[in-house]
């Protein structure tokens, strides 16, 4: 096996004998080689991070936004009519003074006028109506209350004393008509036994007339030519033929109790023997037209037509006598039919009555419930309820006017404040709206003092507030801080090169009539200040997930993470609830 020890050891041989004979040349090359492998170690090894530190110190603390303020004011002010409409007078011409509130021009608005007048009315409308509420009901409207109940209960209590007269009609009447049938029963009951006896012997004879047709279609060869000559005449008679049979056999002479009962019985009886009798002459019929051959002959023919002809007699005399029997037990009964008639007339009467009196007992109940409960709900009083939503209706018209002012108030250019018209555009009989009209105006110089207009960031905007003070240092007046105080914050955006900000004024604390329109400098606004607290760096902070605030501090010469709580904050300086100490350096900033 190959070993390197042998090749070692002449290396090593060579080199001893090399620095022996040159000690120059060895030294300079050790040097060398030394130099060479520091370098070598300076590139290779690991650079340190550099770190820019601070140390955590006590101190004021004051927090500013800074933005570019425009001076602005009142004096030079641009009028227009937010509405169209023909100028109806100028009022104002260049040079004149006027004062605040002063009408220079109007436009015509009659109809306007009529909407606020119209408005005006409703609001006092509905004051009049809140104020009837809030006032309660009158002892004079409570006394007709009290009136209407007392008149409703007596009417009550008079259709109550009408339906106990009604029912006792009817329970009258009701016996009565009671008695009369159970006369009429009694005296007529021999007329039903006959009826009965007479319907049961005439069904039966019909009966048997009917079944005298088996005899006759017996003959098969009479019902062959039949079904040969005669089809369809057959087959309807064979239909009605069977029905009759049917109807006859269902049929049962009973229900004679009453004379009611025995006449829907015996005039059913009568429906049974006419659907035979019409039966027997259809037979008779389809017989007459058979054609006479060998076997069916003009004898056979003559002697069935008068056996079906004698049965069709017996169901004529059959009905003939249910009729007579009927007509005896009509006539029987006629005078009690009246009678009876006439005082179910009265019972009906009676029950209607009662009825009707029963519906307005319902009615002046109800009626009754809804006068004491008004009358209840006038000596009660209004409910808060009440009053709020007449409040609320007497606010609506409150607010209809105020609307209807505000658009007339839009037809009349007034002066805003004190000062001097140096120019009116406007002349009477013009049109607003025309192209060569709309951007017409009045224009004037008003008395009102500077002020400075700065547009900030929806981030710089919540920290501001109403008298917080500031100052700007213009740049036509380098080198002096002008004091300011915040007067006014818009609510809503307004795109600066389009961007959202938010306009907020600062007047100024002293008068300047050196000041200039248009004028721009850098302002500020002091939006709070912290006096004798722990101030770290802003750009230390470092927000992690999950873990909120860390700063990173030396400890030791080691890079440690702590948690702190901040509070307010300036563009550099940040302040320290918890979690720092006095002295601790803090790191700002890390190049690797």
Same mark, same amino acid.
């Given at each position: 096996m190959w070993s390197p020890l042998p090749l070692l050891r002449r290396f090593w041989t060579a080199l001893k004998s090399f620095v022996l004979r040159h000690p120059v040349w060895a030294s300079v090359l050790g040097i060398f080689l030394l130099l060479f492998g520091l370098l070598l170690w300076y590139i290779f090894s690991p650079a340190k991070p550099q770190m820019i530190t601070e140390t955590v110190r006590r101190g004021d603390l004051v927090q500013q936004v800074e933005a570019v303020g425009t001076i602005t004011?009142?004096?030079?002010?641009?009028?227009?009519?937010? =509405?169209?409409?023909?100028?109806?007078?100028?009022?104002?011409?260049?040079?004149?003074?006027?004062?605040?509130?002063?009408?220079?021009?109007?436009?015509?608005?009659?109809?306007?006028?009529?909407?606020?007048?119209?408005?005006?009315?409703?609001?006092?409308?509905?004051? /009049?109506?809140?104020?009837?509420?809030?006032?309660?009901?009158?002892?004079?409207?409570?006394?007709?209350?009290?009136?209407?109940?007392?008149? !409703?209960? /007596? /009417?009550?209590?008079?259709?109550?004393?009408?339906?106990?007269?009604?029912?006792?009609?009817?329970?009258?009447?009701?016996?009565?008509?009671?008695?009369?049938?159970?006369?009429?029963?009694?005296?007529?009951?021999?007329?039903?036994?006959?009826?009965?006896?007479?319907?049961?012997?005439?069904?039966?004879?019909?009966?048997?007339?009917?079944?005298?047709?088996?005899?006759?279609?017996?003959?098969?060869?009479?019902?062959?030519?039949?079904?040969?000559?005669?089809?369809?005449?057959?087959? =309807?008679?064979?239909?009605?033929?069977?029905?009759?049979?049917?109807?006859?056999?269902?049929f049962s002479c009973t229900g004679f109790d009453t004379y009611d009962s025995s006449l829907a019985t015996m005039q059913r009886a009568t429906e049974v023997i006419m659907q035979s009798a019409s039966v027997l002459q259809e037979a008779y019929a389809l017989i007459a037209d058979l054609p006479l051959t060998t076997a069916f002959d003009s004898t056979l023919r003559e002697s069935t037509k008068s056996t079906i002809s004698t049965e069709k007699a017996v169901a004529q005399t059959a009905l003939s006598t249910i009729n007579t029997a009927m007509k005896s037990l009509r006539d029987a009964s006629a005078?009690?039919?009246?009678?009876?008639?006439?005082?179910?007339?009265?019972?009906?009467?009676?029950?209607?009555?009662?009825?009707?009196?029963?519906?307005?007992?319902?009615?002046?109940?109800?009626?009754?419930?809804?006068?004491?409960?008004?009358?209840?709900?006038?000596?009660?009083?209004?409910?808060?309820?009440?009053?709020? /939503?007449?409040?609320?209706?007497?606010?609506?018209?409150?607010?209809?006017?105020?609307?209807?002012?505000?658009?007339?108030?839009?037809?009349?250019?007034?002066?805003?404040?004190?000062?001097?018209?140096?120019? =009116?555009?406007?002349?009477?009989?013009?049109?607003?709206?025309?192209?060569?009209?709309?951007?017409?105006? =009045?224009?004037?110089?008003?008395?009102?003092?500077?002020?400075?207009?700065?547009?900030?960031?929806?981030?710089?905007?919540? !920290?501001?507030?109403?008298?917080?003070?500031?100052?700007?240092?213009?740049?036509?007046?380098?080198?002096?801080?002008?004091?300011?105080?915040?007067?006014?914050?818009?609510?809503?955006?307004?795109?600066?090169?389009?961007?959202?900000?938010?306009r907020v004024s600062l007047g100024f604390v002293h008068p300047h009539d050196e000041f200039k329109i248009g004028m721009t400098g850098d302002a500020e606004i002091i939006t709070g200040n912290r006096a004798d607290v722990l101030l770290a760096p802003v750009r230390s902070i470092i927000q992690k997930n999950g873990e909120g605030k860390v700063i990173r501090i030396l400890e030791n010469g080691e890079v440690v993470d702590k948690p702190v709580e901040t509070g307010m904050e300036s563009d550099t300086d940040a302040e320290i609830v918890s979690g720092l100490s006095e002295g601790e350096t803090v790191i700002v900033l890390i190049k690797q």
């Open positions: 004011s009142d004096r030079d002010v641009n009028m227009k009519f937010p =509405v169209t409409g023909i100028v109806a007078s100028v009022s104002a011409k260049e040079g004149d003074k006027v004062l605040a509130g002063q009408e220079l021009v109007r436009l015509r608005n009659e109809s306007f006028a009529a909407d606020l007048a119209s408005a005006a009315a409703q609001y006092r409308q509905a004051q /009049a109506s809140y104020q009837e509420l809030e006032e309660g009901t009158r002892p004079e409207d409570l006394a007709i209350a009290e009136a209407e109940v007392a008149n !409703k209960r /007596a /009417a009550l209590e008079a259709v109550k004393a009408d339906y106990q007269s009604a029912e006792e009609k009817l329970r009258t009447s009701e016996e009565k008509l009671a008695a009369i049938r159970a006369e009429a029963t009694t005296n007529l009951a021999g007329y039903l036994v006959t009826s009965s006896s007479t319907c049961a012997q005439q069904i039966s004879l019909t009966r048997t007339a009917l079944r005298t047709l088996d005899d006759v279609f017996v003959s098969s060869f009479i019902t062959d030519m039949a079904r040969q000559y005669r089809t369809t005449a057959y087959s =309807v008679f064979r239909a009605n033929w069977i029905a009759a049979q049917t109807a006859l056999d269902a005078g009690y039919t009246a009678n009876i008639a006439t005082e179910e007339n009265t019972f009906a009467a009676a029950k209607a009555s009662k009825q009707s009196a029963q519906s307005a007992i319902l009615t002046y109940e109800t009626a009754l419930r809804t006068q004491e409960a008004q009358l209840a709900l006038s000596k009660a009083g209004p409910r808060e309820t009440q009053l709020s /939503a007449s409040r609320a209706n007497m606010n609506a018209a409150a607010a209809s006017v105020a609307r209807a002012r505000a658009k007339l108030e839009d037809t009349i250019i007034r002066a805003p404040t004190d000062g001097i018209i140096t120019k =009116v555009d406007f002349k009477e009989g013009e049109f607003t709206g025309d192209a060569d009209n709309i951007g017409h105006s =009045v224009t004037m110089l008003g008395t009102s003092p500077f002020r400075v207009e700065m547009f900030l960031s929806e981030v710089d905007i919540p !920290k501001i507030l109403l008298t917080q003070s500031g100052s700007i240092e213009l740049d036509a007046f380098p080198g002096v801080n002008y004091a300011l105080t915040v007067t006014s914050i818009e609510p809503g955006p307004t795109k600066v090169d389009g961007v959202s900000k938010y």
